[in-house]
């Protein structure tokens, strides 16, 4: 598929299909959420959101779904004026707002039979390796339910340090962290213009960008919202994650009724194009890019189990060397000490010391609690050619 610039090509080429993805994370913004004059959310065209994710859900598709809008409803609720809020007022704000958002979305999700679940992280929870894969984990639990989560910043704790400030690159590591292939991203404009459609009569939608170049990263303007704290700026920063995690990345109107089916009836859009897949590009990530902090010796039958793609469990592990912790990378060795792979662990060094040689389901009594099933699930393993 052929890219495209400022200088339009003819024919941009076949455009990707919503129906072609199996795991949707939808980031939906403040401003198309809450009605800031009357104070409320915008019931109708959430009704109609939600109908094309039941569509979906029904079709056997993950959705996951990163809500703005608990600062929004929060103001609103208390008749708080417009402008900008102290750090202290937005988290109270959201205090509040995010008990009525969370309720928002449980009924309108439960309309349809399906069940909704909270999740606030912070920009620590998607950084820091111990609190992602908790994350992770979590999402992963609620997706095999058939449930949709329902994923905010937690801004009634975070501070300017640690909080992401918009939803758009927030959206981006959700859907990276949950190995979604495509991120859609609902905004108050169709896609990425040659230049900022207010400005300039003569700009021209992108349909497809396949790498961003600084070329593309010029053509974003600023937020044109006052709920809004993204524009088209962070719109491309999350563009760069997802895409660089291998997953696609759309932007595309939440202006109309049913903004999921007008994507997928091929309306107005940008499409980002991701090189890889979720998985193999998190794969590299951590087969290249982390320091391993110690060593699993594993006996020949696990092994062979990993080369079939199965997880490590504890009942293969024959040493433990190095200290770790929860989340750190490490390598793991056959017993000729050559090389098997690398892979995030789901054990701090001592307690995989307790539990080597053991079957999993001993776990409870070893530990005095119920840990994971694998020290090292296949999802976050590299297994290398042998």
Known sequence: MSGTSASLPASPGPLPALKDFGRIVVKVGSSLLVDQEAGG??????????????????????VLVVSSGAIALGRSL??????????????????IGQIALARIWAEALGRQGITAGQILVTLGDTEERRRYLNARSTIARLLDWRAVPVINE????????IRYGDNDRLGARVATMASADLLV?????????????????????????????????????????????????TKIEAGKIATTGGTHMVIASGRVDHPLRAIAEGGRATWFLATGNPVTSR???????????????????????????????????????????????????????FEIGRGLVAYDAADAERLRGHSSTDIPEILGTHGRTAVIHRDDLVVGQG
């Open 283 to 337: 794969k590299k990530w951590i087969a290249g890019s982390l320091e391993p902090k110690g060593t699993l010796v594993i006996d020949a039958g696990a092994v062979a189990a990993l080369r079939r793609g199965k997880s490590l469990l504890p009942a293969g592990i024959v040493r433990v060397e190095g200290e770790f912790s929860r989340g750190d990378a490490v390598i793991v060795r056959g017993p000729d000490g």
């Open 185 to 233: 991203l609902l905004s108050d404009i169709d896609g990425l213009y040659t230049a900022p459609p207010g400005q300039d009569p003569n700009a021209t939608l992108i349909p497809v960008v396949d790498r961003i170049t600084p070329e593309i990263e010029g053509m974003a303007g600023e937020s044109a919202s006052e709920l809004s704290k993204g524009g088209m700026r």
């Open 41 to 62: 959310v915008k019931e109708a065209w959430l009704a109609s959101l939600v109908d094309d994710i039941a569509g979906l859900h029904r079709d056997g598709r993950d």
């Open 154 to 161: 937690n801004d009634t704790v975070a501070t300017n340090e």
């Open 78 to 95: 208390l008749r708080l004026p417009r402008g900008p809020l102290a750090l202290e007022d937005s988290q109270a704000a959201a205090a």
